[in-house]
């Protein structure tokens, strides 16, 4: 596991085009970069909030990979979304 010493979480609110916000935690690897990225959008219902994404983002729940990424030199942000839009 990356400890937050090595690769702070960072919490983002991204303001989307109709003024809401969606969140995403973000965790660098140590260094000046540039880094390449990778966004990883859950596969459960939109809306999970921050809290959900911190866990993953650090490893407390969920698959191993966003931290196999981070130690492989990625910048790993795990995303949130709001759901479909009804028809």
């Known amino acids: 596991v990356v400890?937050?010493?090595v690769s702070?979480?960072?919490?983002?609110y991204v303001k989307t085009?109709?003024?809401l916000y969606v969140a995403a935690a973000m965790r660098k690897p140590r260094g000046k970069g540039p880094f390449p990225a990778m966004l990883v959008l859950h596969g459960a219902p939109g809306g999970r909030g921050m809290e959900q994404l911190v866990n993953w983002s650090l490893g407390k729940c969920g698959g191993p990979v966003w931290e196999r990424l981070?130690?492989?030199g990625y910048?790993?942000?795990?995303g949130d979304y709001r759901?479909?839009?009804p028809m």
Do not use: I, M, R, Y
């Open 3 to 5: 400890s937050q010493k």
């Open 8 to 12: 702070p979480l960072e919490k983002l």
């Open 17 to 19: 085009g109709d003024g």
């Open 70 to 72: 981070l130690q492989e």
């Open 75 to 78: 910048v790993v942000v795990v």
């Open 83 to 85: 759901g479909a839009l």
